[in-house]
């Protein structure tokens, strides 16, 4: 049971670095989201999208990039890794519409130098 | 601006008490709200709440939602070291179906 799946766990990169973070699901859910994690703001909305060919912007856009070609994946890109990115990314997805339980991934540590 | 708020924001407590954690919301198009636990790594998921006035429960947690207050509380009855956690509120808009997180609530338990 695979479920979310994101990769990779942990990445450093340096200011200006470009760089994609995977998410995959199989489990045929329409609604894929991103969200940041930092110390005392507790899980902000970054991009989301509620099935293939459809995105749209969350709380916090600026400097990440998403698309969603095929139902099951939903990569974030950071075009030009700034500093303030070092967070924990957690890519999360559920049935459409109905339905409250999100299901999340492992996460992925980024610290950008 | 759509805003979800959680408090307190940090509660320490020995086991054997009974917590209870608040979220309240401002935000249009108000669908559902959900509550989730994160321990190490990702959130999981506690409770959905459509209804006002409807109590949802399992186990020691159980929680209830105040539509009319626009809020929810989440009550733990004889804590247990495994309780300590961030728990997190959240809430799911009509028309977007976005989820908007509060900031948690950080539950220490000491034995």
């Known amino acids: 049971n695979a479920g979310v799946t994101q990769t990779p766990k942990f990445q450093v990169l340096k200011t200006g670095q470009s760089m994609t973070l995977q998410c995959a699901q199989d489990m045929n859910h329409e609604y894929m989201s991103w969200y940041r994690q930092d110390p005392g703001m507790g899980l902000r909305l970054i991009h989301y999208?509620?099935?293939?060919?459809?995105?749209d912007q969350g709380e916090v856009p600026n400097g990440y990039n998403v698309s969603r070609s095929t139902t099951e994946d939903f990569p974030l890109r950071l075009l030009s890794a700034a500093p303030s990115q070092t967070s924990v990314y957690f890519c999360?997805?559920?049935?459409?519409?109905?339905?409250?339980?999100?299901?999340f991934g492992e996460g992925s540590r980024l610290t950008v130098l | 601006e759509d805003k979800v708020v959680q408090s307190p924001l940090s509660l320490v407590v020995h086991e054997g008490d009974t917590v209870t954690l608040n979220c309240s919301y401002e935000v249009t198009n108000f669908r559902s709200l959900l509550w989730y636990k994160q321990e190490k790594k990702a959130p999981t998921f506690l409770f959905m709440l459509t209804s006002s006035g409807i109590e949802k429960k399992s186990g020691r947690l159980s929680s209830i939602l105040d539509k009319k207050e626009l809020s929810s509380i989440l009550n733990i009855t004889a804590t247990q070291t495994g309780d300590s956690a961030i728990y997190l509120c959240a809430v799911v808009l009509y028309n977007t179906d976005k989820l908007i997180f509060g900031t948690g609530t950080r539950l220490q338990v000491f034995p």
């Open positions: 999360a997805s559920r049935p459409h519409l109905n339905t409250g339980e999100l299901f």
């Open positions: 999208s509620v099935g293939a060919g459809i995105t």
